[in-house]
């Protein structure tokens, strides 16, 4: 399978895709996901201050997604407001995204397909991982693997975790995902994606929002912070978060960079932030504190 396997910008021109989903009529845009959707669309329409929202009812039934583990590593308070809201929140980019997503989807099966390579389509799993009760659809399924699609360019640890647990429900190690530039192929790592279910799950049982994520580097090395680009930022803003950092975030959540140790420590408030810029712990670091 691993040779047929091919980055998705083999298969379809991502830029014309991409193309084709700006300019396409809205109206077909959403007939499109209502078409493709697997158990009911269910798309409401709201402005809020002075954009236009859209809101998609999610079917979660309570279940862990494993989808969440994609959103909490784009943005946790997004996330947070998805499990809130029972919706996925998207604004009219968003909604263009996820019917190109289908789009690329139906391509590749028919790319696989077309090589000999019978594939199972948005293929069901329910399960439960590490005691957690887990209900998602795979994009598509080869020879028992699961195969995830991504018409988008970034790749992130949320993609493997979520393909992790694909791979975890239906009793496969190994899971690939198809970027348009390369194909990654994800060994199943429990203990990462047990940590990882737990941090989510903590997340989306808080009563109070999460803060902004920190800024991250883009392909080209720039730090960009995600709000800037956020199409829900309206809606969001609407919601404070009463932390101030990430790094005091995590530590509210129990998330502590070196345990139990970590529990007392002056530097907790910043420790992530200080690593990030100095690549050592502030309690590793040569530094020292000033005494005032
Ligand atoms: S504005 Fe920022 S914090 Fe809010 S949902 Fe968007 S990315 Fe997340």
Redesign the pocket.
């Known amino acids: 399978m691993r040779d047929v396997l091919k980055p998705l910008s083999r298969v379809v021109d991502c830029d014309a895709l991409r193309e084709e989903y700006e300019r396409k009529p809205l109206a077909q845009v959403v007939a499109e996901l209502e078409e493709n959707s697997r158990d009911g669309f269910s798309l409401e329409v709201k402005r809020v201050d002075d954009r236009w929202l859209y809101f998609i009812a999610g079917k979660s039934g309570g279940f862990f997604w494993p989808s969440y583990l994609t959103a909490y590593f784009?943005?946790?308070?997004?996330l947070w407001?998805q499990h809130l809201l029972k919706a996925t929140v998207v604004g009219e980019r968003g909604l263009r995204c996820l019917a190109r997503g289908v789009k690329a989807h139906k391509i590749y099966a028919r790319y696989l397909e077309g090589r000999g390579l019978p594939v199972e389509k948005e293929v069901h799993v329910h399960g439960v991982f590490n005691g957690v009760e887990v209900d998602g659809y795979i994009d598509l399924l080869a020879e028992g693997v699961p195969v995830e699609v991504k018409s988008g360019y970034k790749e992130h640890l949320g993609h493997r975790l979520q393909a992790m647990l694909y791979a975890v429900l239906v009793g496969s190690r190994t899971a690939y995902i198809v970027y348009p530039h390369r194909v990654v192929h994800v060994a199943v790592d429990e203990g990462l994606l047990g940590v990882y279910v737990q941090r989510v799950l903590k997340v989306i049982g808080l009563r109070e929002p999460?803060?902004?994520?920190p800024a991250k580097r883009n392909s080209r090395g720039e730090r960009v912070?995600?709000?800037d680009t956020?199409?829900?930022?309206v809606?969001?803003?609407k919601y404070p978060?009463k932390f101030k950092t990430w790094d005091s975030f995590l530590a509210h959540i129990g998330e502590l960079p070196r345990g139990d140790r970590c529990l007392n420590c002056p530097h907790l408030e910043y420790c992530r932030a200080f690593k990030a810029r100095h690549e050592a712990r502030p309690c590793m670091s040569h530094q020292r504190l000033l005494k005032v």
């Open positions: 784009y943005c946790a308070k997004q407001l999460p803060p902004e994520p912070k995600p709000c956020c199409e829900v930022r809606l969001c803003a978060s």
